[in-house]
């Protein structure tokens, strides 16, 4: 497929209201969703809007055989051989609840993740710890993206029940070794499970092969509709698991004094389901499939390198993560001394049109340990273009040039130290931040959009 055919597909890059196509550098938080996603689920409550498993006319049977299509799907996509181990939850956020409050806890035992979790894959361990007496560890992972096996053993070797880590960090775009991490914690009888939202939209995953026990993904991020998203699981562990949520559809008979439970994953997927939502998500992974990973994986690594390469003389930008494009290949995170993070994003957003994230990307702990208030990511995906990262290199420059200091024709400081003074720093400066908001970007002042309540001061 042609990047101007894929463009195309997504009616939120039409330009529209007078205004330019939008340079959509968000998709880490939530990619956009192609015409044919949008159509397969009208297609369900035009068509066939019924209940599936709950009756037998054709409405009925029609939407169970595309929901059980889409697991099968979904098993074949994350490389599982068994549909059964599929089960369709809202997001990787319950997913990886239903494995923390699932498994069959005592006191004592231990949750080993890394030191850069998102709140998904932290808070729900804290409080396990606080109301059951889990105990949970933190592994340290080197700025420079590497991963430190010998520290990994260490916690192996004291005793781990469960290890729970990212697989691609959304916060540095660093890919973590999924199958050494795996069968390392096997070898010492430890449970693996990996927040897969950053990796599978990415590049392929093949879950059986690696051993991996419980993996989690949000559809919202490869395509695919918001409230959608799937535990995939080894059969054994999945087994083992005591649901979150009991009611129809999750038993095979019920009396006044007793029930018997229907085996995974159906036990799992109480109530009436997202029938729309995952019917969509598997017309995401369709689209996937077509566009290929090999080829979403060059587009944003080379969309990547051309920004990085283009900031590469700019001292007062530091970016976050490891240094080689290709160990973060879809997110440019970055700090600009001097400049608050949301006012980066609003001045971009105004100025040149660029829809960035800015903050702490739901990663709060790793921010707090070091004063910062947060950064900016933006995060590409197989429908950006050239333009599109050359806009973001514009507003950059300018926002530099507006606040005190532009490209300066010296190479920048080494992302390693940069990182550090960007720790050593609590706050932007107020001065230059203030700047930042009351800047008005040429590019906003040239379309006559001066005085947006966003942008001012």
Known sequence: MTLERVRSDFPALVPRAGRPAPVYLDSACMSLVPRPVLDAMEEYYRDFPGCAGRSLHRFSEEVGRRYEASRAAFARFLGRSDPAGVVFVRNATEAINLVANGLDWKAGDRVL??????????????????ERGVRLSTLPLPDDGSFDVEALERELAAGVRLVSFFHTSNL????????????????????????????????????????????????????????????????????????????????????????????????????????????GAHAALDYLARVGLDAVEARQRSLNARVTQALAGEPRLHVLGPDAVKDRSSIFAFTLDGVDPHDTAVFL?????????????????????????????????????????????????????RTGGGASGTSAASSASGRRRA??????????????RSARPRRRAERGRAGSARGSG
């Not at 993740?113 to 606080?130: K, M």
């Not at 059986?208 to 559809?219: C, E, K, L, P, T």
């Not at 706050?427 to 930042?436: E, N, Q, V, Y």
């Open 349 to 401: 957003d105004e100025g040149y049109d660029v829809m960035v994230r800015s903050g702490m990307h739901c990663v709060h702990s790793f921010y707090e340990r070091r004063g910062l208030p947060g950064n900016v990511r933006a995060s590409f995906y197989f429908y950006n273009d050239l333009r599109d990262a050359d806009a973001l290199v514009r507003g950059i420059s300018e926002l530099l040039e």
């Open 172 to 279: 540095d775009g660093r890919t973590l070794p999924v199958r050494e991490i795996t069968e390392r914690a096997h070898a010492h009888g430890a449970l693996v499970m990996f927040d897969g939202c950053q990796a599978a939209p990415h590049v392929p995953v093949d879950l059986d092969r690696w051993g991996v026990d419980f993996y989690a993904v949000s559809a919202h991020k490869m395509l695919g509709p918001t409230g959608t998203g799937v535990l995939a699981a080894a059969p054994a562990p999945l087994a083992g698991l005591r649901p979150l949520l009991l009611g129809g559809e999750t038993v095979e008979w019920s009396t006044l004094t007793g029930h018997a439970l229907r085996p995974p994953p159906h036990r799992f997927e109480a109530g009436l389901q997202n029938y729309a939502g995952v019917i």
């Open 113 to 130: 993740v890394t030191d850069r979790e998102h709140n998904s894959n932290l808070v729900v361990w804290q409080r396990l710890a606080a």
């Open 423 to 436: 720790r050593a720093r609590p706050r932007a400066a107020g001065s230059r931040a203030t700047a930042a």
